[in-house]
């Protein structure tokens, strides 16, 4: 089946996020803006413009962040309803970010990973000396993060220290996680595998193609594959697996629970600065 076109003649979109409770998928762009459109199809929708670059657009129930990658970096909002922009952090080196219910985990080049209030304020170390990297995951009351020397963690924050629960190969960078195991990705090695979330043996899923955000759905796991100009799944139990759609530079992939892949992908219209938002059935 070909896959469907939300949203095209975007500059570099970046990660999707879908959000259940309104029925849209949101995601920014390169060059400084943030949008939604309705999953079922819809016109596009730009709440914000202008920033110094925006990234990693994450949506909670009355707002939508996302963060600049200029000389000094901002985590920024606005009010999925409309209204002004607002910042909620200012960073040398903000580089992504994760949401609870009441703050924003930042990651700093720096390494050090940061808590600051979603109304804003000064970022306070959550976690430092352990060269945080990546996008850090909030899991329940648990926060997962990667390290830039291949360490994948776990931390309840104010209960101390944190939990080595392995050594993987390459620097993760993305992650995931299901009822029982955290997923990690590595671009660099073009990677994907898991380890359960108490800590164990590592097992590598995906060797070979996998870049850009990737997606756990049941028994699969969705990633992008882009210099094969496909979004693909691998069974995490069989190891086999199958192209889910050809694309163009697919980059990042989100699921929803009715079973829809939606995807961000570069080269829509045969010009890679050019972009769109598709979607396709999974298996």
Not at 166 to 191: H, I, N
């Amino acid at each position: 089946m070909d896959p469907i076109v939300l949203a095209d003649g975007l500059p570099f979109p970046s990660r999707v996020q879908l959000d259940a409770s309104d029925g849209h998928v949101y995601f920014s762009c390169q060059q400084g803006s943030v949008h939604r459109v309705a999953r079922a199809g819809g016109p596009l929708e730009t709440l914000a413009s202008g920033s110094a670059g925006a990234f990693c657009a994450t949506a909670d129930a009355s707002h939508v962040y996302w963060v600049t990658l200029a000389s000094v970096s901002e985590v920024l909002r606005v009010p999925k309803a409309g209204g002004p922009v607002e910042q909620v952090a200012r960073s040398s080196s903000a580089e992504f970010f994760a949401l609870t219910s009441k703050s924003v985990l930042l990651t700093t080049f720096g390494g050090t990973l940061y808590e600051v209030p979603k109304e804003g304020g000064n970022p306070v170390p959550l976690l430092e000396g352990y060269g945080c990297a990546g996008t850090p995951l909030v899991d329940g009351d648990v926060v997962f993060s990667a390290t830039s020397g291949s360490l994948l963690l776990s931390l309840r924050p104010g209960c101390g220290d944190p939990t080595v629960l392995c050594s993987v190969e390459g620097r993760p960078t993305y992650l995931a996680a299901d009822a029982q195991y955290l997923y990690w990705g590595s671009p660099q090695e073009e990677q994907i595998g898991r380890v359960p979330k108490v800590g164990g043996r590592p097992e590598v899923l995906v060797r070979g193609g996998a870049r850009g955000r990737f997606a756990v759905h049941g028994n699969r796991v969705f990633y992008a594959s882009p210099e094969q100009h496909e979004v693909r799944w691998v069974n995490v139990h069989s190891g086999a697996g199958d192209a889910l759609a050809r694309s163009p530079w697919p980059y990042a992939i989100a699921v929803d629970g009715d079973g829809f892949a939606y995807w961000s992908c570069w080269g829509g219209r045969g010009v890679r600065a050019v972009g769109a938002i598709r979607k396709a059935r999974c298996p």
